[in-house]
Every structure is written in structure tokens, then in C-alpha cells.
């Protein structure tokens, strides 16, 4: 693995965390104080439910690398994404030992079975499982803010505690912080030349969902002013967006930037779908108002109609310019499968080249991705003449 | 031939299934409900058939989806993964339609039969529906199946949104669904839902479920009266024809003949060795032989938790639209399959290990199916704690070149061969 | 003018030379387990049949599987875009390409020019490469390259319920033991194949002309039965399998003519080693030679050459090539120790580094 240095210290900061997650020293110095840390599945879990409630919510992932999963073959079956598999190996090896407790929405099959399996194999003295609608109608947000409500009403039974509004709002304020912040930083990515590389900022991502989002906010500050200070230029021969399944590995992102294109934006529960919208607390209980940003925010290939998602996919190609789309669907992901030809043609329709990649959670980027990339890279050079 | 879209394939269905149900009625000793199973699928193709002749829409339909809806509209459902599991079943050309189905793009991974629907509606090889209905009942699968086929039939259609549990507020969404549904039917179809019919449908379901019930009871007898390929049939009443008369005729005898198998004592295999408890679905392109094999073995398939085990409680007629919605929190395959793991699902399959007197139990692993393959350890242990031996076999349900009969056969021996020995 | 393409594949390393507008030399040899050993046998091979030398060869392009292991090569294209260009040498007609390799298919349609439009890989099982046609000609105890017109002997083609190749093998030797013929045991692996071969092709929407190219392509057998599915005859170049090296010589022609290229115009330099990545890209469409990258660089990593009379250009001195890592502290190090870099003191912004 690459470890070069950077004038970014900050970045390194991030970069430190991810690699010691999911043990870093932020979480163990808040268990040796006593508090609590939750796991959390899925961007439709409402985090500042459990971050109100004095508890850190952490992002469950799965190894940052491709990795024989025996044990979780054996518990989820081969045929389960790889993903789900890959937190579950983790789960079982004992690498979140720590955790309090986990929560998950019914958002997909791997994603419920994984909550199901954690919570019958792996000792979790709190879990919960919010039904998560798949429509955006009023109906909907009516039963998801039932569902959150619920949600809510447990976890204060559980602690033997009450979550005010007042609680709720300041977890509002800090995550709204985080997301704007975060969109800032995507601002910086649509310029002609970027001071911050898509493998880097995957790293960022990686460290917002593992960090409390108090001390994320903190370093991503001193990040974006390091970075406005910053002469570094990443430049590529295309500007290219990469969306599908859920990924976060940056040495992914970098193999195909050291091919030669530049990955200016994603569109990915780990990125993008992940902070994309803040909650609006206009005139409405602050539980209403988180309810209705978890429930509307950029949409998961599960929601219908998945017109909405595609729309949020031309406009952000629009703003980032760019010229080409690299889908990558991890193995049994059925969602962003079936979602595949109908992008393709969207993106046709508009000109726009996507490049579909097969493979497993975790990669880095095989040789035969390196192939099928830079013949894409090659292709879209050639378009530009 | 009908203008929308050829109907050989459905033709080929119809005489196929009328061919099965003489031959069926000729044999000596042989089942009339077997009968009345086949004209079931004689008569369910032929209602799509002449759709279009006597003024009716299609509605193309994903699986347990509340068809009782589009019966009380005079709407002809068309259950689409049936359609094209008999295709593997009756006329074994499923891999023209997988083919085409991976051609439209979509991935190796995803469920057979759903690629199979994709690739048959592209192939035009049945009436073109009117309609396309879906839900997120049973899986990702299903609730991603719907808007990629309205584009390839250009057909309008609804997604019906099934709430994952039974926590409060969780059965008025799907009402509230059903009724946006059934507006839409009305809109598409110019006709006004009959509410007097769907209470009648209401009641006829309430005796169609006693007489499930029933037939599970009957099953536990020794030596069992079906045998495996029965509770497909069996399930398929429900598929096919909810609270319709046909399903009840076909129940009704199928538990008569039961009831008077049990009074003679007369097993469905000659000599019962072993009684098995069958856990999803075989490969149905392979049903033909797994009959074979059960029978010379003396082998009974006695329980099927999975498919067949009903949740208690009655529907009221007089509310017929809650009851459609509480018919789908009754069903076997959502105890089973749906909802957390920490439900019913696993207690049940004990359950009926133990009623039933099981020797042993066979999970077919359909590789299409992420969800119910997550539970198989969790089953094994819970079956392995009441010393019931469980054998895995991956397969899948209509694509043949996943596992080859040889192979299927082979574990299968190995497996009796240990039961025996036991 | 004097250039060269060198396509490393799993199984062969075929290499291709070109002088001005002719192809003069081409040699096909086995990639063994040294690919980089290979990759040089099979060129000096190909330039030895010209009567020139290595020297005398102005730009080699890599291409295939090994293609950034090939020491010698000023730079690597993808076999997609070399396929696509080299069978548009030969008939430029060609829209549809069924490249069937050592261990992976591949469907490309190009444009009139040899660009690539679309393309599809298949590589997630073995069924249908050269890997499995030669595991399965070994089971069967038949000659490889008799195995296609064997399978045209046969009149009653064995269904094969799968191409798996780890269940295939024990379906053949199944059926080996009930007394089939190997002819129709080929045949029927050959109709298998082809399924799958059709299944790739309709992805990128198949139109004429169409071609297959690789190894494969001289499997008379397979061509047969792939005609007969995909409804058209092929037009199949005189040797299909050094299309790639072909192309990877095209592109390479067009670097040295001040042709604007097709595909990258870059020239890599670097390797991969345990730590990581350390690669130095120079845009040779970009660059104007004006040297300021050689004098910002403390290490004196870079140089100018002029070739032929042609503009002046940035590169990576030879001494320096193997040793960047060592040289070189990376972009932002640099950049943080003096202020500036190569990559930021190019006007043209020309330069880049991996890391």
C-alpha cells in the first residue's frame, strides 16, 4: 500500500482513523468513559436519533479489501452481496466487538438479513430494525415517521432516558454542519482542476461516518482551509463519476485515477447519498423534519419510482461536467443490478458513456478492471475528437 | 391468435395442460384433484387467452400479490413468475428466455425467473398486458422487476408498497396502498371496483384457508397420503385462483382424497422410508425425476413450513379491503420469508419437524434467492437441535446449467443412504 | 519509419512490425510464466525477420494481459482499442468484433475508423476462453488446433447442460464413457460456447460486418457454429490472433507521425512495486519541450530529446526509469520541500505523477 505524505496533514488525520476503524482511539476512549457506540446500516437510519440520545453511531463496513469470507459464507451464504458478507466476517471476528448496539432499515435483502444474522449470532445487547417505505408519497413519510417515532420511543426505554427536542436540534445543527461541509468540499471537485483527488475525498467520507461528526467537523474545516491553501492540481483526460452499489474503498477510486481519468464526483451510499440532503427544520417537530430528510434524501436504487434517482444522476452530471459514468455493482447486489439497463439508457439518451463493472466489495481494482477502464479512458478520448 | 402479441406460448400452455389433465384422468389410481390441478392451469391460461376477445384487461402481476383485487374487477391476472416457471416446467424453454433477459442487461445474479419475465415480455411470446403490478412481496427482486417492464410492454402500471413488519400504523399503509391500487384500476380499466364481490372473494378465502389448514393436519398422518410434487400443486391454488371457486373445488377434493387415503392407510409412495420436510423449491425442470427418485426411495415430502404454514385468524367479509390486506399478513410465505428473522419463520420449521414425525429435511438452495439462503445455518442448527439431519443443495429453480440431475440425484442418494442409516 | 505493437496474452505473445505503410514481420511465441522474458523473444523474433534491430524501431505500444510488464515499450494501449484498430486495417467494414481469448471474450463495436464505440468483457468464468477449449482438447486426447475441424466431422452435436468449466470437464469424460464420439462431444461444447458468445454479442447490439479475432478464430468448428448463431458469415483476417499487436503497431505509428492519436497520447513511465504506484506520465500532445521540468527537478529525473527533427520533448532519462521511487519523493513531497514541482512548473500541464 501506498503511504506517501501529503501537505495535507489533516488528510493523514483521516486517513489514520480509517485505518485503525474500527478500533480507532476516539471510540475507545468513549467506551473507557462509559458511553455508548452504535452500529448503523444503511443511510435510512436516522442518525441523529442516536447521536441526541449521548451515543456515537458508527457506519457498520466491511474489510477495505477483497477477502476469502469463509465464515460469513456459512452463515449468509455465498449468495448474499458481498458487502453484507464482508461485515458480517467482520462482525464475527469479533472487529466491532464493541458495539452496544446496531440498527438497520428494512432497505434491502442483503441489508435485513445481515441485521438478522448479526443479531442472532453476535451478542448485541440493543438492536432495532426500522420498516422503511419505498415510496416518497405523504402516505409514506407518514408510516417512515410512525417507524422513526417508534424508533425513537425504544431507544429512550432502552437507556431509561428521555431525547427532548432540544437534544434532537443540536444533533440536527451538528450533522447539517457536517453535510455542508461536505458539500463544499464536493464544490471544490467541480472545478477544471481539483485540489482533492476522488480517491482522497473517499478517504473523507470514510472518516465522516467513523469520527463523532463533533470533531469530523472540526478537522474538516482546518481540511477545506488546507486545501483552498493548497497548489496541488488534479487534472485527468476525462472528468469521470462513479455510482452503483455500496463502495468505499479509495484505492479503487485511485486505480482508475492513475489510469488517467479524474473521478470528480460519485454517486454512492457512502458518498454523495450519504450527506446529499439536509434536514429542514421549517415550522415542523424536529423528529417530523429528520423523518422527512431520511426519507427523501438521495434516493437508494430500493425506492420508487427510480425516476428520482436518475433525474438526481443527469443533474449531477450537468454540475460536475461530467464525461463519463463508471458503474460498479458488487456481486448479488440485486437493486443496483436491475437499475443497470435502465440508467444506460438514460445516460444514452443524454450522450453519456457508462462503463459497467462487476465487482466484489472491497476491491482495489483487479487487472481486469484496470482493462476495462482504460478502454473506457481510450473511448472517451476518442469521442472528444 | 390474439392482435397484442402472439399467443403461441400460452396456446402451448392451455393444450399441454389439458393433455396432462386426460392422461392424468386415464391413469388407474390416479388423483382427480391432479386433475382438477391441471384444468386449473387449463383454465387460467385460458382466461388470458380470450382476455382480449371478451373486452378484459391483463394485469401481469408479481407473486403474492393480492389478485383477489383484480378478480372482484373482472381484471385477468397474470402471474408472471408461474408463467415462467412453467415454461421451464411444462415446455423446458426457459434458456431462450434467460438468454434474452441477460441481453436486456440484466446481471447473472439476478432471481432466474424475473430475468425470465423480462426476456419473455421482450420476445413478445405472450399477450402483451395491460397493466404491470408489483410489490416489494417477496424481495428486492420482485419490488425492482416493475418499471423495467412497463418500458418493455409500454404498459402503465403500480407498485404496491408492503410494510416489512406488524408494528402499529404498518396494515393501514397497505390499505391505504390497496385503495390508491384500486383507483388506478378503475382509471385504467373504466370500470368501478364491486365491493360486493370482492366480500364474497372475502368469504370464499376465509374457507379456502380452513380447508389449507385442514389439509396440513391430514398431512401429518402416517404413512403420508401426497407425495413431493402435491404441495406444488397444492400451493398453486392460492397462486392462481385466491377465494375463486376453482381453488376451492380443487382444496375440497384434494381433502377428501386425503381424508380417504388416511382411512385406508394408503401412503402416496408404496413403501414410506422416509419422511422429509422439503424447505424452499426444487428445480422444477427437474420435478419429473425428483418424483422418480422419491418414489422408488419410499421417500414423502410430509411438511413444507415454508409454503404451507398459515398464521391463524379469520377475515371479515364485511371489510373486504382490510381483509385483502390481512390476507398478505396471513400468508405462509411472509411468516416464513419476510419480516425479521425473530419471528415465526424458524419456530415454525421446528415445529413441523416434530409434528409431522420428520426423519430429515432437504433446503434447496436456489442460488437467485439471497434472502431465504441467509436462514439455511440458522435452520440447520435449530433442525440439528431436535436431531434432524438437514441436506443442502444449491440449484436453481428454471435454469438447468446450474446443477445437472446427475448430480441432484447423487446427493440425494448419499443423503438417504445416512438417513438409513440412522 | 520503423514500429512495432507487442500483444501479451495469457497464452501467446504476438508481436507485429510495421515499416512506413506495410506490415513486414509478425511472430507468435508462448507467454510463458516469464512474460516479460516472453514479451522480448517474441519481438526480437518478429524484427529479427526485417533484417533491422531493436534500435532501429522508433515506438513499441503494449498491449494484452502483460502489456505494462513489457520493459521496452513506450507505451500501453488497451487490447479493446488495439482490436478495434487493427482489424480496421484490414477491413475497415467491420463494425462487430468477437475477440475470444486466452482467458476472457470480449464484444467491441467500432466506428468506421477503428475507434471503439461499446464493448463488453466476459470474464467471469472460464467457459468459452482458450483456456477451457485447451483443458477440454486435453481431455479428450485431441490435438488443439485439430479440435475445430474434428467437430465438424460430427452430424449429432451432445447437448451440454453446462459450459461451467468445473463441471464441464466431468460432463465430457461422462460422456467419453457412454461411447460418444469426441467429434460430437466438440460439437456440442462449440454450440455451448457459442450461446454464450451470442449472448456477449447482442450487448453491444451486433451489425455487419463482423469479425472474430484471437486464437480461437482458427478453430473452424467454433467459427462454423458462431456464424450460424449470430445469423452472419464473419470476415476473418488471414491470421486473427495478431489483430492486437496489430493495432498496438497502429497506434504506435500514429505517436511517431504527429498523427493525432487515438486513445492516450501519453508516454508512461514507472512501476509498480510492493509499495505502490510510482508512475510519471508525460502528455506528448501537450508537452513543447521547453525544459522547465528539467529544472525545477533536484533529482534531474527528467530530459529533452528531439527526434528525427521533430519538436523537442520531455522524458524520463533512462538511468532514472527504474529507480523513480528511490529519485523521486512524489508530487506533494516535493512540492512542500522547494515550493514546486514538475507537474505544477509544466505550463502545459503536461506532467503528472502517481503519487
Request: glycine letters at 6%.
Amino acid at each position: 500500500m501506498n503511504t506517501k505524505s501529503t501537505c495535507l496533514p489533516t488528510f493523514e488525520r483521516f486517513r489514520a482513523v480509517n485505518k485503525a476503524f474500527p478500533k480507532t482511539q476516539e471510540i475507545s476512549e468513549i467506551k473507557q468513559r462509559g458511553e455508548k457506540v452504535f452500529g448503523w446500516l444503511c443511510t435510512y437510519v436516522p442518525e441523529e436519533i442516536i447521536h441526541a440520545a449521548g451515543i456515537l453511531p458508527v457506519r457498520i463496513t466491511g474489510y477495505p479489501r477483497e477477502m476469502e469470507l469463509e465464515d460469513a459464507n456459512a452463515y449468509l451464504y455465498i449468495n448474499n452481496c458481498s458487502f453484507s458478507r464482508s461485515c458480517f466476517q467482520m462482525g464475527i471476528s469479533g472487529e466491532y466487538d464493541y458495539l452496544d448496539g446496531v440498527v438497520a432499515g428494512s432497505t434491502c435483502d442483503g441489508a435485513r438479513r445481515l441485521f438478522d444474522l448479526w443479531r442472532h449470532y453476535i451478542d448485541i445487547p440493543y438492536s432495532h430494525i426500522l420498516t422503511v417505505p419505498r415510496k416518497f408519497t405523504s402516505r409514506a413519510h407518514s408510516l417512515y415517521y410512525d417507524q422513526v417515532k417508534l424508533f425513537k420511543s425504544s431507544l429512550e426505554q432502552y437507556l431509561e432516558t428521555h431525547i427532548d427536542d432540544a437534544k434532537l436540534l443540536n444533533s440536527i445543527q451538528v450533522y447539517n454542519e457536517a453535510r455542508g461541509k461536505l458539500k463544499k468540499l464536493y464544490e471544490l471537485r467541480k472545478a477544471d482542476k481539483t485540489p482533492i483527488s476522488g480517491s482522497e475525498t473517499m478517504e473523507v467520507l470514510n472518516a465522516s461516518f467513523r469520527m463523532t461528526k463533533e470533531s469530523f467537523n472540526k478537522h474538516l474545516d482546518i481540511l477545506l482551509d488546507e486545501l483552498s491553501r493548497s497548489r496541488e492540481k488534479h487534472h485527468g483526460e476525462a472528468r469521470l463519476m462513479v455510482m452503483g452499489s455500496v463502495m468505499n474503498n479509495p484505492e479503487f477510486i485511485k486505480s482508475i485515477e492513475d489510469l488517467g481519468g479524474l473521478v470528480v464526483t460519485d454517486e454512492l451510499c457512502t458518498s454523495t447519498r450519504y450527506w446529499s440532503d439536509p434536514v429542514v427544520v421549517d415550522g415542523v417537530e424536529p423528529l417530523e423534519a429528520i423523518s422527512k430528510r431520511y426519507l427523501n434524501n438521495y434516493p437508494c436504487a430500493r425506492m420508487v419510482p427510480s425516476e428520482e434517482r436518475f433525474d438526481r444522476i443527469k443533474k449531477m452530471i450537468r454540475e460536475y461536467r461530467v464525461d463519463g459514468v463508471i458503474s460498479q455493482i458488487i456481486r448479488y447486489c440485486v437493486p443496483y443490478a436491475h437499475d443497470l439497463p435502465l440508467i444506460t439508457q438514460r445516460l444514452q439518451e443524454i450522450g453519456i458513456p457508462i462503463l459497467s463493472l462487476d465487482v466484489e466489495y472491497g476491491t482495489s481494482g483487479s487487472g481486469q478492471v484496470r482493462t476495462r477502464v482504460q478502454a473506457f479512458l481510450e473511448m472517451l478520448e476518442a469521442r472528444k475528437r | 391468435m390474439s392482435s397484442a402479441g402472439t399467443s403461441t406460448k400460452i396456446e402451448t400452455f392451455i393444450q399441454t395442460a389439458n393433455l396432462l389433465s386426460r392422461m392424468n384422468r386415464s391413469q388407474p389410481g390416479a388423483r382427480e384433484s391432479r386433475t382438477l390441478y391441471y384444468r386449473m392451469l387449463a383454465d387460467y391460461y385460458n382466461n388470458i387467452h380470450r382476455a382480449r376477445q371478451e373486452g378484459k384487461l391483463i394485469a401481469a402481476h408479481t407473486v403474492f400479490f393480492p389478485t383477489e383485487v383484480l378478480y372482484a374487477m373482472d381484471i385477468v391476472p397474470m402471474h408472471m413468475e408461474t408463467t415462467t416457471w412453467l415454461s421451464a416446467f411444462l415446455l423446458k424453454e426457459q434458456s431462450e428466455l434467460l438468454a434474452k433477459g441477460s441481453e436486456l442487461g440484466l446481471a447473472p445474479e439476478i432471481c432466474s425467473p424475473h430475468r425470465g419475465v423480462a426476456g419473455m415480455f421482450a420476445l413478445q411470446e405472450i399477450p402483451k398486458p395491460d397493466v404491470i403490478l408489483w410489490s416489494n412481496l417477496i424481495c428486492d427482486n420482485t419490488a425492482k422487476s416493475g418499471e423495467l417492464l412497463m418500458e418493455l410492454t409500454g404498459s402503465p402500471g403500480y407498485f404496491l408498497d408492503n410494510p416489512f413488519q406488524d408494528s402499529p400504523g404498518e396494515l393501514d399503509y397497505l390499505i391505504g396502498e390497496l385503495k390508491e391500487m384500486v383507483t388506478f384500476l378503475e382509471e385504467v380499466s373504466g370500470k368501478k371496483m364491486n365491493w360486493e364481490k370482492l366480500s364474497e372473494i372475502i368469504e370464499r378465502t376465509n374457507k379456502e384457508i380452513d380447508l389449507y389448514r385442514e389439509i396440513n393436519e391430514l398431512r401429518k398422518a402416517v404413512p403420508s397420503p401426497m407425495n413431493i410434487s402435491g404441495y406444488l400443486e397444492l400451493i398453486s391454488a392460492d397462486y392462481l385462483f385466491p377465494g375463486q371457486v376453482q381453488a376451492i373445488e380443487y382444496l375440497t377434493k384434494l381433502r377428501d382424497e386425503l381424508k380417504s387415503s388416511i382411512l385406508n392407510k394408503e401412503g402416496a409412495v408404496t413403501n414410506e422410508r422416509f419422511r422429509l420436510m422439503n424447505l424452499f423449491i426444487p428445480p422444477l425442470h427437474l420435478l419429473g425425476s425428483l418424483v422418480n427418485i422419491f418414489d422408488e426411495q419410499g421417500a414423502v415430502s410430509v411438511a413444507e413450513p415454508m409454503f404451507t404454514r398459515w398464521s391463524d385468524g379469520k377475515l371479515d367479509p364485511s371489510k373486504p379491503l382490510r381483509s385483502v390486506a390481512q390476507k398478505s399478513f396471513l400468508i405462509p410465505e411472509r411468516r416464513s420469508m419476510y419480516g425479521p428473522l425473530k419471528g415465526p419463520a424458524i419456530p415454525d420449521i421446528v415445529e413441523s419437524a416434530e409434528q409431522y414425525q420428520v426423519d430429515g429435511a432437504i433446503y434447496w438452495a436456489f442460488m437467485g434467492c439471497r434472502h431465504t439462503c441467509a436462514a439455511i445455518k440458522v435452520i440447520k442448527e435449530a433442525l440439528n437441535e431436535i436431531d434432524v439431519p438437514m441436506l443442502t443443495i444449491d440449484c436453481d429453480i428454471i435454469d438447468p446449467t446450474v446443477n445437472s440431475e446427475d448430480e441432484v440425484r447423487e446427493q440425494l442418494m448419499q443423503f438417504f443412504e445416512m438417513l438409513e442409516d440412522r | 519509419m520503423i514500429v512495432a505493437g507487442i500483444d501479451i496474452g495469457s497464452r501467446a505473445s504476438k508481436a507485429v512490425v510495421i515499416r512506413d505503410n506495410e506490415i513486414v514481420s509478425s511472430h507468435i511465441g508462448d507467454t510463458g510464466p516469464e512474460s516479460v522474458k516472453s514479451s522480448k523473444m517474441a519481438m526480437e523474433s518478429a524484427i529479427k525477420n526485417t533484417g533491422s534491430s531493436m534500435e532501429d524501431v522508433e515506438y513499441i505500444v503494449a498491449t494484452g494481459y502483460g502489456r505494462v510488464l513489457v520493459p521496452f515499450a513506450s507505451e500501453n494501449v488497451s487490447e479493446i482499442s488495439c482490436h478495434a484498430r487493427g482489424i480496421n486495417w484490414f477491413y475497415p467494414d467491420v463494425r462487430t468484433i468477437l475477440d475470444m481469448g486466452g482467458q476472457d471474450c470480449k464484444a467491441i463495436r467500432c466506428d468506421e475508423e477503428g475507434n471503439v464505440i461499446n464493448f463488453v468483457m466476459n470474464d467471469k468464468c472460464a467457459g468459452g476462453t482458450g483456456r477451457f477449449l485447451e483443458m477440454i482438447a486435453q481431455t479428450l486426447n485431441v490435438e488443439l488446433n485439430q479440435a475445430g475441424d474434428l467437430a465438424l466431422e460430427s452430424c449429432n452435436a451432445i447437448a451440454f447442460n453446462t459450459i461451467c468449466a468445473v463441471f464441464a470437464k466431468s460432463e465430457a469424460l461422462s460422456h467419453l464413457r457412454h461411447g460418444v464420439k469426441k467429434s460430437d462431444v466438440l460439437a456440442g461444447l462449440n454450440e455451448a460456447i457459442s450461446m454464450r458468445c451470442l449472448n456477449l454479442l447482442r450487448k453491444v447490439n451486433i451489425e455487419k460486418e463482423f469479425t472474430i479475432t484471437g486464437g480461437i478464430a482458427k478453430n473452424k468448428g467454433m467459427v462454423a457454429k458462431i456464424s450460424e448463431k449470430v445469423g452472419y458469415n464473419p470476415v476473418l483476417a488471414e491470421d486473427p490472433q495478431i489483430i492486437g499487436a496489430l493495432g498496438a503497431a497502429l497506434f504506435a505509428r500514429d505517436r511517431c507521425t504527429g498523427i493525432k492519436p487515438q486513445g492516450e497520447s501519453k508516454i508512461q513511465y514507472g512501476y509498480n512495486d510492493a509499495t505502490g504506484d510510482y508512475y510519471i506520465t508525460i502528455d506528448q500532445s501537450k508537452c513543447d519541450g521547453c525544459g522547465d521540468c528539467v529544472n525545477i527537478c533536484p533529482a534531474n529525473i527528467f530530459e529533452i530529446y528531439v527526434k528525427n527533427g521533430n519538436q523537442p520533448k520531455a522524458c524520463i532519462s533512462e538511468a532514472a526509469r527504474n529507480k523513480l521511487s528511490q529519485l523521486c519523493p512524489g508530487s506533494q513531497q516535493c512540492n512542500q520541500v522547494q515550493g514546486n514541482n514538475c507537474s505544477v512548473a509544466c505550463k502545459k500541464e503536461a506532467i503528472r505523477l502517481s503519487w
